[in-house]
């Protein structure tokens, strides 16, 4: 019988990441991650299953060569880190899930052997000695949690060098013991700093040398982190924006710039990106802008929070919008100014009512 490739993923620190942050932040990071790393499967790999925070692929009767070995483990530590500096670099949540998401780590096995499997609910799922010695090579002694570990098996099949080491890798010896038995293998730690990461859009800045077209502040019952959640969790916003037909957004993503987000109002759709803009050090923003609602040019929209006490915060609404042509102006100033200043205000009164009524339960 053939031997098959067994590559197993993991993202190390996920359990303290769980049991120290906010769950629910914690769980999208974390699926965020794991897509990505399903993305960057290159070599047509099977993903037999997710594993909380880890991924068991395998390809049946079959071993990637050298190269494509080393060259699959590459990529997926480059796009793993890419988003990580993505989580870093566009992050508007304060939250410990959110802060410390960068701080999050991945380590690799990659084994082979000969495959047995058993049908689960019509899925077919690869089990056997291979499948329980892959898995046991995750618990090891390697003094990191940033590594690419490939048993003496696996290795002595595709002819990889004990002391293989290029730009990304720099493979050494290691042997631990299970169950009586000493399994050996090699491993290389991972240098982020080795990877050419992939680039991505730094969520947008923006300035305004006018003041706002329109203001609105009120004080709440809430911390400043707790009042930014109902603002930035899209699956709230039927709850105080009232007159959309629904909301469409990526229900598996924390919000952060650049995060997009529609809003269909009578059959219409609003696009909204996420935005920021410069405030005190001690406030918490969230901006979102849209260039979808005419006769308008842009229009943005900023929640300015500054906490008062651990319990209590002032909010400040800052609309602003833009209209080249003299037609569009006169639109504004005869009939549109009005309709935003009751919506906004709508929403404003529907968002204390709601934040009220839930710090009063």
Same mark, same amino acid.
């Given at each position: 019988?053939?031997?098959?490739?067994?590559?197993?993923?993991?993202?190390?620190?996920?359990?303290?990441?769980?049991?120290?942050?906010?769950?629910?932040?914690?769980?999208?990071?974390?699926?965020? !991650?794991?897509?990505?790393?399903?993305?960057? =499967?290159?070599?047509?790999?099977?993903?037999?299953?997710?594993?909380?925070?880890?991924?068991?692929?395998?390809?049946?009767?079959?071993?990637?060569?050298?190269?494509?070995?080393?060259?699959?483990?590459?990529?997926?530590?480059?796009?793993?880190?890419?988003?990580?500096?993505?989580?870093?670099?566009?992050?508007?949540?304060?939250?410990?899930?959110?802060?410390?998401?960068?701080? /999050?780590? /991945?380590? !690799?096995?990659?084994?082979?052997?000969?495959?047995?499997? $058993?049908?689960?609910?019509?899925?077919?799922?690869?089990?056997?000695?291979?499948?329980?010695?892959?898995?046991?090579?995750?618990?090891?002694?390697?003094?990191?949690?940033?590594?690419?570990?490939?048993?003496?098996?696996?290795?002595?099949?595709?002819? /990889?060098?004990?002391?293989?080491?290029?730009?990304?890798?720099?493979?050494?010896?290691?042997?631990?013991?299970?169950?009586?038995?000493?399994?050996?293998?090699?491993?290389?730690?991972?240098?982020?700093?080795? $990877?050419?990461?992939?680039?991505?859009?730094?969520?947008?800045?923006?300035?305004?040398?006018?003041?706002? =077209?329109?203001?609105?502040?009120?004080?709440?019952?809430?911390?400043?982190?707790? /009042?930014?959640?109902?603002?930035?969790?899209?699956?709230?916003?039927?709850?105080?924006?009232?007159?959309?037909?629904?909301?469409?957004?990526?229900?598996?993503?924390?919000? +952060?710039?650049?995060?997009?987000?529609?809003?269909?109002?009578?059959?219409?759709? $609003?696009?909204?990106?996420?935005?920021?803009?410069?405030?005190?050090? =001690?406030?918490?923003?969230?901006?979102?802008?849209?260039?979808?609602?005419?006769?308008?040019?842009?229009?943005?929209?900023?929640?300015?929070?500054?906490?008062?006490?651990?319990?209590?915060?002032?909010?400040?609404?800052?609309?602003?919008?833009?209209?080249?042509?003299?037609?569009?102006?006169?639109?504004?100033? $005869?009939?549109?100014? +009005?309709?935003?200043?009751?919506?906004? =205000?709508?929403?404003?009164?529907?968002?204390?009512?709601?934040?009220?009524?839930?710090?009063?339960?």
């Amino acid at each position: 019988m053939a031997k098959s490739l067994l590559f197993i993923p993991d993202i190390s620190g996920f359990t303290k990441f769980v049991q120290t942050t906010e769950v629910e932040h914690s769980q999208h990071v974390i699926a965020e !991650l794991l897509e990505v790393l399903i993305a960057a =499967n290159t070599q047509e790999l099977e993903l037999a299953e997710v594993e909380g925070d880890a991924l068991f692929f395998y390809k049946e009767d079959e071993v990637l060569s050298q190269e494509r070995l080393l060259a699959q483990i590459e990529t997926m530590f480059t796009a793993f880190h890419s988003h990580l500096k993505l989580l870093e670099k566009n992050r508007i949540c304060p939250c410990n899930a959110c802060a410390t998401a960068p701080e /999050l780590k /991945l380590k !690799l096995v990659a084994h082979c052997g000969e495959l047995q499997y $058993l049908s689960v609910q019509g899925k077919r799922k690869p089990f056997g000695q291979a499948v329980i010695e892959a898995h046991r090579l995750l618990k090891n002694s390697v003094d990191s949690d940033t590594y690419a570990l490939v048993s003496k098996e696996l290795a002595s099949t595709i002819e /990889l060098p004990i002391y293989y080491y290029s730009k990304v890798f720099r493979f050494r010896e290691g042997q631990d013991t299970y169950d009586g038995q000493e399994v050996a293998y090699i491993y290389s730690l991972i240098d982020q700093e080795k $990877l050419k990461l992939t680039p991505f859009s730094e969520g947008k800045k923006v300035h305004f040398e006018t003041a706002p =077209n329109l203001t609105n502040e009120v004080s709440l019952p809430i911390s400043a982190p707790a /009042l930014l959640e109902y603002i930035t969790n899209y699956r709230l916003r039927h709850l105080w924006v009232k007159g959309a037909d629904k909301f469409e957004y990526n229900e598996n993503e924390v919000t +952060r710039m650049g995060s997009e987000h529609i809003c269909v109002v009578n059959g219409k759709h $609003l696009d909204f990106v996420t935005v920021t803009k410069e405030v005190s050090k =001690n406030q918490l923003v969230y901006g979102e802008m849209t260039t979808s609602p005419p006769p308008i040019d842009a229009f943005y929209q900023f929640f300015i929070l500054t906490p008062a006490s651990e319990q209590e915060c002032h909010l400040k609404v800052q609309t602003y919008w833009t209209a080249k042509s003299p037609f569009k102006r006169i639109l504004l100033a $005869l009939f549109l100014k +009005r309709i935003f200043k009751k919506n906004v =205000n709508a929403s404003v009164r529907d968002l204390v009512a709601l934040v009220t009524q839930e710090a009063a339960s």
